[in-house]
């Protein structure tokens, strides 16, 4: 499975991006796919998660209301469309791709076995 993300930049804070994550190799039809962000000196953590098939959505609640992670099926793409982002937002984005991952273990970093490169997002205040 190769995972290319994109989309990444520098914007003022109240601002929007949208991430793409463009998937092949594999079938994704059973895998939930995620974002997770790295920013300096911390640890990754989870953003936003999306069931392939079934579309099921989980969202950290840092990101709830302003985030949102969609799939096109077609494309294999993922995307994130980030709105009223803020200057806390900015980090190293990855998108990811797990199989035979349960709804309650989409937050999690051990549930993803393939990993995108990640882009850079910087939200100036």
């Known amino acids: 499975v190769q995972l290319q993300a994109s989309g990444g930049g520098l914007v003022q804070a109240g601002g929007s991006l949208r991430l793409s994550c463009a998937a092949s190799?594999?079938?994704?039809?059973?895998?939930?796919m995620g974002w997770f962000r790295q920013a300096p000196g911390k640890e990754r953590e989870f953003v936003a998660a999306i069931r392939w098939s079934m579309g099921n959505i989980v969202y950290a609640d840092s990101v709830k209301g302003r985030f949102t992670i969609s799939r096109d099926r077609a494309k294999n793409t993922a995307y994130l469309q980030m709105n009223s982002l803020k200057p806390e937002d900015t980090a190293v984005y990855y998108c990811?791709?797990?199989?035979?991952?349960?709804?309650?273990?989409?937050?999690?970093?051990?549930?993803?076995?393939?990993w995108g490169q990640g882009t850079l997002v910087t939200v100036s205040s």
């Open positions: 190799g594999r079938t994704f039809s059973n895998s939930v």
């Open positions: 990811a791709a797990g199989y035979g991952t349960i709804l309650s273990s989409m937050p999690l970093i051990r549930a993803y076995d393939y």
